[in-house]
Structure formats: structure tokens, C-alpha cells
């Protein structure tokens, strides 16, 4: 059963800090990884999607990495605003038939 | 193009009743994902429907149930409610291997 780790639960940092969340995942056979962001009692925003042949997607100041032989990826925001704040969710799709979350790291970026 | 849509937004019930949530997927997407977040938890796949059909279901009860109608969309239906099934229920739709999240029913049970 694949099992989703992600390091550190809660983070918080000063406004204009680069940072790094980090997921691992038990079992590396994995179509993709994928990275959302969920604000306090919403849904869920997909940031990247890596699919399991690619190493790295990035969107703006958002950086994804996927190692998959050693079952890692972090996530890597540069310059983080205030309105970067709220849980990022990471998710692996193996060859089951739904996705496996993480259970989130909580950011919060202070002005 | 519109996206995935649930209702109602929340939900209040007393432990007992049943309680009925709805999902339409984007226009295409014939599967229907449903996840369950509860409070400290993460996200825990519930049901998945395909072309009308549950095609698989996570680990819940059988009072966690639904269906999917011939336009796509799905009813879940949670029968005989306990106070730890308050959560936020998000469904999803997918098409190949990327699913889409809707806004979530936030479901409380009394």
C-alpha cells in the first residue's frame, strides 16, 4: 500500500524567504506526482503535475522536483508572499485507481 | 470551460440520518472521485464511479454509498450518520491519469 509522507506538518517563515516542502512515498512505481495547494476549508488548487518520466515542473516562483527511485519530490517556492499561505497537499497516482495524499504541510509566510 | 461542482456547500445533520451530497464533473470526464478529509486526517479515497458503474471503494462502511447517472454526475449517500463522518467531502472527475477537484461539502454531523 503506497504510503505518503510529507516533511515538515507546519512551517512558518518572514515574508521573501525561499523554502522547500518535502514529500516521500513508500513505492516508487508512480504514473505521476502531483502538488496542490488547499486554503482553510476549500478545495483543492493542482499546482504541478509531474508525470513519473519527467524530473521537474515549474510554474512562476513554484519549483517541483521528482526523484523516483528514492521515492522523493519537494516543492520549492521562491520569494514567498503572505498569500502563499495554506496547506500544500501532495499526492501520488500509482497503478491503483485514486490518488494517495500526504497529510499536508501547513505554511504560513508573515509580512 | 466549467469546473467540478458540489452541493450544497455544507451540511447539518444529527447522528442517525442520512445525508445526500451531490457532484457534477467537468463536461467530458466520466469518473467521479470521492475523497473524505476529516479533521487531523488526510485525504481518504471513498468511491470511484466510471460510465455509470463503482468501479472500486476505499475503506469504508457499507453506509458510505452513491451512484453515478447516465449525464456523469454522482450522488454520495451516507447512511445512518456518526459524528467522526463530519468532514469536508471533495469529489473529483478525471480524465487519463489527472483528476480535478471540486469546492467540497463540508458535512457536520450533531
Known amino acids: 500500500k503506497q504510503e505518503v509522507t510529507q516533511i515538515p506538518a507546519a512551517l512558518s517563515v518572514p515574508e521573501g524567504e525561499n523554502l522547500v516542502l518535502n514529500c516521500s512515498f513508500t513505492?516508487?512505481?508512480?504514473?505521476?506526482l502531483q502538488w496542490f495547494r488547499q486554503d482553510p476549508g476549500k478545495g483543492l488548487t493542482s499546482l504541478l503535475l509531474i508525470q513519473s518520466s519527467q524530473r521537474e515542473q515549474t510554474s512562476g516562483r513554484l519549483n517541483a522536483s521528482l526523484d523516483k527511485s528514492s521515492g522523493r519530490s519537494t516543492l520549492y517556492i521562491a520569494a514567498s508572499q503572505p498569500g502563499d499561505s495554506a496547506t500544500y497537499l501532495c499526492a501520488v497516482k500509482d497503478s491503483g485507481y485514486a490518488l494517495n495524499f500526504g497529510k499536508g504541510t501547513s505554511l504560513l509566510v508573515t509580512p | 470551460e466549467a469546473g467540478v461542482t458540489q452541493s450544497p456547500t455544507h451540511l447539518i445533520k444529527t447522528r442517525g440520518q442520512q445525508a445526500t451530497l451531490r457532484c457534477s464533473p467537468i463536461s467530458g470526464h466520466t469518473s467521479v472521485y470521492w475523497y473524505q478529509q476529516a479533521l487531523g486526517l488526510g485525504l481518504q479515497f471513498l468511491l470511484w464511479y466510471d460510465e455509470g458503474e463503482e468501479r472500486n471503494r476505499g475503506n469504508f462502511p457499507p453506509r458510505f454509498s452513491g451512484r453515478q447517472f447516465p449525464n456523469y454526475s454522482s450522488e454520495l449517500n451516507v447512511n445512518a450518520l456518526e459524528l467522526e463522518d463530519s468532514a469536508l467531502y471533495l469529489c473529483?472527475?478525471?480524465?487519463?491519469?489527472?483528476?480535478?477537484f471540486g469546492p467540497g461539502t463540508r458535512l457536520l454531523v450533531l
Open positions: 473529483a472527475s478525471g480524465w487519463g491519469e489527472t483528476q480535478y
Open positions: 513505492d516508487s512505481a508512480i504514473y505521476n
